[in-house]
């Protein structure tokens, strides 16, 4: 079973690269924002809760996320793989994941992280934003917060996966197509 966090900063092409992978190795992806709203929408016992904390404006709850993670994976048992996107954001989620994991007998994979200096994704989140109309790709100011927040939080579960020997760095520079082909070059080995 092939299981892959891809990782990196906002703009460093995760989406684009997903897409690929999923499409490549034939991965379910897991997106938490995606398994969250799909809890909502259905109703579930999880989803409620989400719902409820969401509209008080607080932060879903790690064990919450981990159950929903749990629930998309038993609800998957013939994958060849899945594909986590978004998530874990934190050592702690790091820490959750690896236990849910060997919970139903399996692991990551590995790590692959894009590697984009921050003022290449700058200018992709400013052009990106041009087109997807997200405001937070718009404004110079929230994109240098986000690569902050990132660096700053986000960034440690990075050595996290170092300290097991499952992260890989490639470089996200490049045409889709040559960056895809290195990070298949990673993949194709773990």
């Known amino acids: 079973m092939l299981n892959l966090v891809l990782f990196g900063p906002p703009g460093a092409g995760k989406g684009t690269q997903s897409q690929k992978l999923i499409e490549k190795y034939n991965l379910v992806h897991l997106s938490t924002g995606d398994i969250l709203r799909s809890e909502i929408t259905n109703g579930t016992e999880l989803g409620l809760e989400a719902k409820k904390l969401m509209d008080q404006g607080v932060l879903v709850p790690d064990a919450v996320v981990i159950g929903m993670i749990s629930n998309k994976l038993d609800s998957n048992k013939d994958a060849r793989g899945f594909i986590f996107d978004g998530f874990p954001r934190t050592v702690a989620q790091a820490e959750a994941l690896d ?77 889709i197509d040559e960056i895809f082909s290195a990070i298949c070059n990673v993949a194709d080995t773990l």
Do not use: C, W
């Open 99 to 175: 236990a849910l994991l060997a919970s139903k007998s399996t692991q990551i994979s590995g790590m692959i992280a894009l590697d984009v200096e921050d003022e290449e994704l700058q200018k992709r989140l400013l052009l990106r934003g041009k087109d997807s109309g997200r405001p937070d790709d718009a404004n110079p100011e929230v994109i240098r917060r986000r690569i902050e927040e990132y660096n700053n939080k986000t960034a440690p579960v990075a050595n996290f996966y170092k300290d097991q020997g499952k992260y890989h760095s490639v470089n996200g520079l490049g045409s």
